[in-house]
């Protein structure tokens, strides 16, 4: 049975960072690319960052220089590092495993960035 689960998100103030993780089982998970998405109150969802199964990185602008993917296969994990947290980060995050036409998504985790 395929779960991808995210955790670590929650309140933070303005400035702050918090570390997200997204735990996977059920598939070949090194052979997945991984991708952070999140989505705002009234926004559409958006791309923040992603990761080949080679360990290539990309980022939207809304984070470059402030969020840092990795990806862990032994824990079959990947991970979200986001430093300088603005209000407008507030948002659900998602994860995303995508291979061919193969695509599993987890329920999110809640980030609000709040003083």
């Known amino acids: 049975q395929v779960q991808v689960v995210e955790s670590g998100g929650g309140l933070v103030q303005p400035g702050g960072s918090l570390r997200l993780s997204c735990a996977a089982s059920?598939?070949?998970?090194?052979?997945?690319?991984m991708s952070w998405y999140r989505q705002g109150p009234g926004n559409e969802r958006e791309r923040v960052a992603s990761?080949?199964?080679?360990?290539?990185?990309l980022y939207a602008d809304s984070g470059k220089g402030r969020f840092t993917i990795s990806r862990d296969n032994t824990k079959n994990t990947v991970y979200l590092q986001m430093n300088s947290l603005k209000p407008e980060d507030t948002a659900v995050y998602y994860c995303?495993?995508?291979?061919?036409?193969?695509?599993?998504r987890g329920q999110g985790t809640q980030v609000t960035v709040s003083s």
């Open positions: 059920g598939f070949t998970f090194s052979n997945f690319a």
């Open positions: 995303k495993a995508t291979r061919g036409g193969y695509d599993y």
């Open positions: 990761i080949s199964s080679g360990g290539i990185t």
